[in-house]
T-cell receptor
Framework: AQTVTQSQPEMSVQEAETVTLSCTYD???????LFWYKQPPSRQMILVIR??????QNATENRFSVNFQKAAKSFSLKISDSQLGDAAMYFC??????????FGTGTRLQVTL | DAGVIQSPRHEVTEMGQEVTLRCKPI?????LFWYRQTMMRGLELLIY????????DSGMPEDRFSAKMPNASFSTLKIQPSEPRDSAVYFC??????????????????FGPGTRLLVL
């Protein structure tokens, strides 16, 4: 079974600075998708970014980018120019041949002035 | 598009009562998922449907839980009888399959706002 590990329960970053959230996963599959979801206090799950495993190029979405290391099974999220609105729980998720998303335990990001 | 719609947003009930959670997926999406989020277990998939047909219900905790999808635009998750340990946030998500059939959808799942359930 696939597992997703987020080893940082909490992270803190100053406004305008850069922060990297870590995620590792375990799978025997070669074709899969990886996602980062954001969950603010409203509890809405919001897609931040996704990466197809067959693509070598790292995905980027404005201030959000990933460092996808397929061999190392690592999928970290970098947030540049952090804003107060980035404060939330961030979940890494794996989607393989089964339709379900397997989530990590989440990282709570605090953004300070 | 309005996105995935869930109702109610909050539900407080007493142990033993029946609870029905509702979901309207994004129009055109052919996959619908029900997830539960708790502090202890995190986010876990309960069941998912493809074209209104339940495909995998292995995550449904026990017989007290049931889910239906009578048509492409509506699904329910029912708990009868409810217990305090069912207290959680229940999410509905939908997605669509791109390309040929056979493989499950790998497309992005879009989540509803969730229903916060408290069973006293």
């Amino acid at each position: 079974a696939q597992t997703v590990t987020q080893s940082q329960p909490e992270m803190s970053v100053q406004e305008a600075e850069t922060v990297t959230l870590s995620c590792t996963y375990d799978t025997s599959e070669s074709d899969y998708y990886l996602f980062w979801y954001k969950q603010p206090p409203s509890r809405q799950m919001i897609l931040v970014i996704r990466q197809e495993a067959y693509k070598q190029q790292n995905a980027t979405e404005n201030r959000f980018s990933v460092n996808f290391q397929k061999a190392a099974k690592s999928f970290s999220l970098k947030i540049s120019d952090s804003q107060l609105g980035d404060a939330a729980m961030y979940f890494c998720a794996y989607h393989g041949t089964a339709s379900k998303l397997t989530f990590g335990t989440g990282t709570r990001l605090q953004v300070t002035l | 598009d309005a996105g995935v719609i869930q109702s109610p947003r909050h539900e407080v009930t007493e142990m033993g009562q029946e609870v029905t959670l509702r979901c309207k997926p994004i129009s055109g999406h052919d996959y619908l998922f029900w997830y539960r989020q708790t502090m202890m277990r995190g986010l876990e998939l309960l069941i998912y449907f493809n074209n209104n047909v339940p495909i995998d219900d292995s995550g449904m905790p026990e017989d007290r839980f049931s889910a239906k999808m009578p048509n492409a635009s509506f699904s329910t998750l029912k708990i009868q009888p409810s217990e305090p340990r069912d207290s959680a946030v229940y999410f509905c998500a939908s997605s669509f399959e791109v390309g040929t059939g056979g493989s499950p959808s790998r497309e992005t799942q879009y989540f509803g706002p969730g229903t916060r359930l408290l069973v006293l």
